[in-house]
């Protein structure tokens, strides 16, 4: 099986304030298929970077190198800013934190999932409003045919996020990189829109990135998961193994979750100098 | 003696012809020495209620005693009041004054409630929450959002409070820095005679702080 | 909202006084307008400071016989219709036009803060007089109302500069109230308060660093328009009276004369244009300081 995604010995380096050069990803490894992959990590360990370069939208000032960078044939480190667009709809689809400043308040819903087919495809338009319909139906989204004539403004966040993820099933691309897309909505509706997200993928045999600082949450719907800590790749293996792992890292940060079971007592913490040892 | 007694609480507001309740008909007591928990969603009204304890919002109408003692709405915290009562805010980013020292943001308390040896318990103050003297000379935007929660938390202890209200103290933070902070109020609350209001969104932190709590949901407690 | 953005949102509403310091030092000189603006400025200065010792003749001191002479080698800039040097009375001109600076922003500025802040901290009835107030002042055309000023109070360096500032304050002011209304809702200030910090401490230790940086580039970006309306009111006759040299009032005894000797008009024209570039190219190097996109 030829990879989705290939990644080999990433670098990325910003300029540091007092001159010199501040490492914010270390030599980072990874390949995966048509699979789910969870990146795990705290702010800092580079998870969102990651996300970030692989759609292209790394700040300017990241110096970024690699032996291997590619998605689905495509190696990134070659690209224009031209070939940017192109590939962000067709290739590879990112979904962000917070879906209501993702949507453009003054267009309905309707145009702004339709404007991304429109630029990727040239469809009559009888066929591109069949494709925005069952998009926004693809994603649950009850009463298609109204919902296309609303404002962001009149839809709750969870609804936007579901939005969002129809804006870019649309143009049916081969990776879907989701940039922690839970953490701005309620407890009530993360599982309903991960579990969406996880249909959707499977359904149509996409892969899937889901970048989160959220242990049992990629334990949960992951097949494979990376741990990230300061840039480096600290932890590796199956997702449903996260809570079991023996690394050092892992296991600190899954044990030190406050929980009904953990009352008066005090948490274990990290070893942050071990830890950076251990790398 | 309870160290907080609500009962009745009401805060609303005119929006046209309604009348919104932000905190509608709150009754609840704190005792000493206890970790109380307001948890519920975001709008559920229990920020607000840690603001009318702390004295940042006088616009209420109902009753409430502070230390057996009636506070009346519409007015200030002055005196013993206001050194008993000291409060943790959420956004790290947010809580320290952006040109101040640490060396000022915690002395100043002091130097304005007349303690003497002021650089003596601000080292102290430090080292209560883990830092040594140097870091008193930096400033907030030099240090992490867990070190800003903890000076803050320094800061809040300054006074000798007898009463410590927590607006989600960690919800900013990641879940390792988390980890340390409540420790700290966990070891905190050990070592002296102080009573904790937390008000958060997460029932695991609640769970884990708290020895009694309540659920909040459109300005009424619901559980 | 990620950790990043959080921080990133806090330090731009409320940049640190040490750190803008030396970012300024550092646009000040590291653009070549704001540089430029910096000589110029300079140059004003020392020739306001040393006039007695730069000027080559006595400002006051009238030659009838070598009165309206074109430039030349004796007079650089020729003479006036009293035979005065018009060299030496541009560089004592300099004296008025900073010293009408200098006044009007010293009183307006802190008329302003008072104001601003008073309002923004109050809130409530107080906060909406103070303003009501504050917009009929700014309604008036500022130099109409300094001309009624000054024809009540009588002409003079002193009455003008106070005629500036009475018209001039209220846009500090507003800028004032916004940035205080805001900082009411931070946190660190209700720590404050908490801390039991009430009254001149809070105002003066907590509000005022973080208001007084956005008034003072304020203050900079108008000092352009301060030395044009000096030389307006000069113009009128309603500045410094003569025989003391100030480029308005030199402007108005040119216009005369505009037609056979330009230059007595066109000098103390060109020094009014070139002092007022100065301050606005440093204005734009402060601007720069302030542009997010810049780093």
């Given amino acids: ?279 | 003696m309870s160290v907080v007694d609500i009962s009745g609480l009401n805060v609303s507001f005119r929006q046209g012809s309604d009348e919104v309740h932000v905190v509608n008909d709150v009754s609840l007591k704190v005792e000493q020495g206890e970790t109380f928990g307001l948890v519920g969603a975001s709008g559920s009204g229990k920020s607000t209620v840690l603001r009318i304890l702390a004295g940042l919002n006088p616009d209420w109408s109902g009753s409430l005693r502070l230390f057996g003692d009636p506070v009346q709405p519409h007015s200030r915290f002055t005196g013993e009041l206001r050194r008993r009562v000291q409060m943790v805010f959420q956004h790290p980013y947010g809580s320290l004054h952006p040109s101040h020292t640490i060396r000022r943001i915690l002395s100043e308390p002091l130097i304005v409630h007349k303690r003497p040896n002021v650089r003596a318990r601000v080292t102290e103050a430090l080292a209560q929450v883990g830092f040594g003297p140097e870091i008193a000379d930096r400033r907030p935007h030099q240090l992490s959002g867990g070190q800003r929660q903890r000076i803050g938390i320094a800061r809040a202890l300054l006074l000798d409070p007898d009463l410590l209200l927590l607006d989600e103290p960690t919800s900013a933070l990641d879940t390792s820095v988390q980890a340390e902070i409540l420790n700290l109020l966990t070891t905190i609350k050990r070592t002296r005679p102080i009573t904790y209001v937390l008000v958060s969104h997460d029932r695991d932190v609640v769970a884990h702080m708290c020895d009694r709590q309540v659920v909040m949901s459109g300005g009424k407690i619901v559980a | 909202m990620t950790l990043e953005h959080a921080e990133a949102a806090a330090t731009s509403i409320a940049p640190d006084a040490g750190e803008t310091s030396r970012r300024l030092l550092l646009t000040l000189f590291g653009s070549p307008t704001a540089t430029l603006g910096v000589i110029l400025i300079v140059l004003l200065l020392l020739a306001a400071l040393f006039a007695p010792l730069i000027a080559p003749y006595d400002p006051i001191a009238q030659d009838i016989a070598q009165r309206l002479l074109p430039p030349s080698a004796t007079h650089w800039l020729g003479t006036d219709g009293f035979g005065r040097d018009v060299l030496s009375r541009l560089i004592f001109g300099t004296r008025p036009s900073l010293t009408l600076l200098a006044l009007v922003v010293v009183t307006s500025l802190p008329i302003g803060l008072v104001v601003g802040i008073g309002a923004g901290f109050s809130g409530g009835w107080v906060e909406r007089v103070l303003m009501r107030f504050t917009d009929i002042v700014m309604a008036f055309p500022q130099l109409v109302l300094a001309l009624a000023f000054v024809a009540m109070l009588g002409p003079g360096l002193i009455n003008s500069a106070l005629a500036l500032t009475i018209t001039g304050w209220p846009a500090y002011a507003r800028q004032a109230r916004t940035e205080t209304a805001a900082i009411r809702q931070s946190d660190f200030l209700a720590a404050a308060q908490m801390a039991g910090i009430t009254g001149p401490r809070l105002l003066f230790g907590h509000v005022l660093p973080l208001v007084l940086p956005g008034a003072i580039i304020r203050v900079a970006l108008d000092l352009g328009g301060i030395i044009l309306n000096a030389a307006a009111l000069g113009f009128l006759g309603l500045g410094v009276q003569p025989p003391t040299p100030e480029w308005g009032t030199m402007v108005s005894d040119g216009t005369k004369v505009i037609f056979d000797q330009w230059w007595i008009a066109a000098a103390p024209g060109a020094a009014i244009l070139i002092a007022s570039l100065a301050f606005n190219l440093l204005a734009d190097g402060l601007r720069d300081i302030l542009d997010p996109r810049r780093e």
């Fill in chain 1, 1 to 279: 099986m030829s990879n989705l995604v290939n990644v080999q010995n990433l670098a990325i380096s910003f300029p540091a304030a007092g001159g010199g050069r501040f490492e914010a990803i270390r030599s980072l490894s990874f390949a995966m298929g048509a699979e789910k992959l969870g990146i795990v990590g705290e702010s800092g360990s580079g998870k969102s970077l990651t996300a970030l370069t692989l759609s292209g939208l790394a700040p300017r000032a990241a110096a970024i190198t690699a032996d291997r960078l590619e998605v689905a044939g495509n190696d990134l480190r070659r690209f224009t800013p031209r070939d940017w667009p192109a590939y962000r709809g067709a290739v590879a689809g990112l979904v962000m934190q917070d879906p209501k400043s993702a949507l453009n308040p003054s267009l309905t819903i309707g145009r702004q999932v339709e404007e991304t087919l429109r630029f990727h495809h040239r469809l009559p338009a009888r066929e591109r409003r069949e494709r925005v319909l069952a998009a926004l139906d693809a994603v649950g989204l009850p009463d298609p045919k109204t919902l296309v004539t609303l404002y962001p403004h009149q839809l709750s966040g969870g609804m936007g996020q579901r939005v969002m993820i129809a804006a870019m099933l649309v143009n049916e691309p081969k990776l879907l990189i989701a940039d922690e897309p839970t953490s701005a909505l309620d407890e009530a509706l993360r599982e309903q829109v991960l579990e969406l997200l996880v249909s959707v993928v499977e359904s149509r045999r996409m892969g899937l990135i889901l970048i989160s600082h959220d242990l049992a949450q990629v334990a949960r719907h992951c097949d494979r998961a990376l741990v990230m800590y300061r840039g480096r790749l600290a932890d590796e293996g199956r997702a449903a193994d996260l809570p079991t792992s023996t690394n050092l890292y892992t296991s600190t940060l899954w044990a030190c979750r406050p929980s009904a079971a953990t009352h008066g007592q005090l948490l274990p913490t990290l070893d942050r100098a071990a830890i950076e040892a251990s790398l």
